[in-house]
């Protein structure tokens, strides 16, 4: 292995952090204020888009013509230290790996800014991949994780992908990744992944044990 893939969201903090639901907040707000839907809509968009483009951002893209950088800092302005704190076991362990570490996400960088400052791992990381990677195209979808392996010069069987969100490894085992699930969705079963851990500072562990 060359490199290892960190989504942000759920993957670097565990779930029960509840960020997202302060992001929630906003994206309802956005669309009820910003966009002119009705509030008794909004849910159901936000399923519709979610289930056919991966995001609610691609749908009021297509459907809306909305402006993703607008949208993108609405919807990430929230209070993530209110939620976060500095987690010195995860520093340590990522800081420890014998591969250098990147962040991948379907969020926007300053988000991944305040969360990772929060998370006191200011530095760790190589770099920082958010949804403008591949002009705002989520995963799942194949063409993010192109770009990404384009960008730091990989193939897909060079690289371990840390995520929370299974469907998202899917594509990642695909393209020939070693694949690592963490959070509520590891106690069920899916051929695409090829490890799971409570958290991702287990990881150092895990590539270890890989490589004998």
């Not at 949804?131 to 193939?155: C, E, F």
Request: a negative charge; glycine letters at 6%; charged letters at 25%.
């Amino acid at each position: 292995m060359k490199a290892v893939l960190f989504d942000l969201d759920n993957t670097l903090y565990p779930a029960e952090k509840d960020l997202f639901s302060l992001i929630d907040v906003r994206i309802n707000h956005y669309m009820q204020t910003q966009v002119g839907i009705k509030l008794q809509d909004v849910d159901g968009l936000r399923r519709k888009y979610w289930k056919d483009y991966g995001t609610t951002l691609q749908g009021l893209i297509r459907h809306h013509e909305v402006d993703p950088e607008d949208y993108l800092s609405y919807v990430h302005e929230v209070d993530v230290g209110s939620r976060l704190s500095a987690d010195d076991e995860l520093r340590c362990s990522i800081e420890a790996l014998p591969v250098p570490s990147y962040v991948f996400t379907n969020g926007s960088r300053c988000h991944v800014d305040r969360v990772v400052a929060a998370l006191g791992l200011d530095g760790v990381f190589a770099d920082i991949f958010d949804i403008r990677i591949a002009n705002y195209q989520p995963k799942p979808n194949p063409d993010p994780y192109l770009q990404v392996l384009g960008k730091i010069g990989l193939s897909g069987a060079e690289c371990v992908m840390v995520e929370d969100q299974p469907q998202n490894l899917q594509t990642a085992k695909e393209l020939g990744m070693k694949t690592v699930l963490v959070g509520e969705y590891c106690k069920n079963d899916y051929s695409y992944v090829d490890a799971k851990l409570a958290r991702p500072a287990q990881l150092g562990a895990l590539l270890n044990s890989w490589s004998r």
